[in-house]
């Protein structure tokens, strides 16, 4: 690396920069042939719990595309594993906890959780990444919140009914498991600092599936906990359907917002106020011709401005996505110059 500062850093600072800096969520995953070839002989947990394994698909895009940071190829639900959650990954269903956690019982049965302790192969492979890598390295972890629905639900859901019916049955009880929840994730981030990350992101994936009020009572407070435990790296927050929470980000305290693509980056920025952005182009945009892939993406970057912008897609990149579109994507980014 050399030994100006690495462009995405002076974006999370807020400074004004001759062009965003880009990465993109789930940049190494199922779209990449590369990462298919790997995944064909191990299970997607074996590659997680793996540092050899996950620094390879780590790096895989940063080899194929001239990104500005990595990000470490991990899995949000795996501090739940850890804590005594019977986590699955089922073909056509995706993760599957066989043990959800629905009673005051189930919640005081969950163990303690030490990142150092329990995720030693993440923090092994940010490091080796690092040695390896030219851009910086970013780190993750899931809300609170989102945690939560998993924990709860025990699968994916679009209404999540099981996580509402505890909320609203048991406030006193989901409260201590949401706080449960924000020690275990905020330490985890500061473990992945603390392991070189040059940033992280909290990923609060289901919390727009709350009204407004459940969303300042619960998710909000939840992660505002688990990014309070964290420093010495810039803490980015994201979720999903974010539109109507817009006027309340803010006092989640984070250092950053992605944003989805549901909202007018321009709009946000007026609502969010002097904070860096990041986002937000739909990631189904890149099965346009190059061409309007190109047109998109400098749209966002002129409704974003030059200052403390981060390029990324309003969600992560998906299977069927080609990589031809990721690369044009990048190359559009890349050809912008403010000046």
């Known amino acids: 690396m050399s030994n100006k500062r690495p462009l995405i850093l002076r974006a999370f600072d807020g400074e004004s920069v001759e062009r965003p800096p880009v990465w993109f969520m789930r940049q190494a995953g199922r779209y990449l042939p590369e990462y298919r070839a790997v995944r064909k002989g ?76 329990d995720l030693p192969a993440t923090m092994e492979t940010i490091r080796m990444c690092i040695e390896q890598a030219d851009v910086p390295i970013l ?39 949401l706080d449960r929840l924000a020690d275990a994730v905020g330490d985890h981030l500061q473990a992945q600092v603390d392991a070189g990350a040059a940033a992280v992101q909290l990923f609060d994936t289901w919390a727009g599936a709350l009204t407004p009020d459940d969303f300042r009572r619960w998710a909000l407070p939840a992660s505002r906990r688990a990014l309070a435990r964290v420093s010495g790296a810039p803490r980015l927050f994201f979720t999903k359907d974010s539109a109507c929470f817009l006027p ?39 099965h346009a011709p190059h061409e309007e892939i190109r047109r998109r993406v400098h749209r966002v970057i002129e409704k974003a401005g030059p200052r403390g912008h ?22 559009a980014v890349r050809s912008w110059s403010w000046s």
């Open 310 to 331: 981060i390029f990324n897609l309003g969600h992560g990149l998906t299977p069927d996505i080609p990589p031809e579109g990721v690369g044009a994507a990048i190359d």
């Open 42 to 117: 191990h299970t997607f947990l074996t590659m997680c719990h793996n540092p050899e394994l996950a620094t390879e698909v780590t790096l895989q895009p940063l080899r194929r595309y001239p990104l500005d940071a990595g990000i470490v190829f991990s899995d949000i639900l795996l501090p739940l594993e850890s804590m005594g959650s019977q986590l699955e990954y089922v073909p056509g269903t995706g993760p599957v906890i066989r043990n959800p956690v629905r009673t005051a019982t189930d919640v005081a049965a969950l163990k303690e959780f030490d990142p150092v302790r």
């Open 248 to 286: 309340w980000l803010r006092e989640i305290e984070a250092d950053a917002y992605a944003l989805d693509w549901r909202v007018d980056i321009d709009r946000a920025r007026e609502i969010l106020g002097d904070v860096p952005v990041q986002g937000n182009l739909d990631p189904q945009s890149l």
């Open 139 to 177: 780190g993750f972890a899931g809300a609170p919140f989102t945690m939560a629905c998993y924990l709860i639900e025990g699968q994916g859901s679009r209404n999540w009914p099981q996580v509402k019916k505890l909320m609203m049955s048991e406030p006193a009880l989901f409260g201590a498991l």
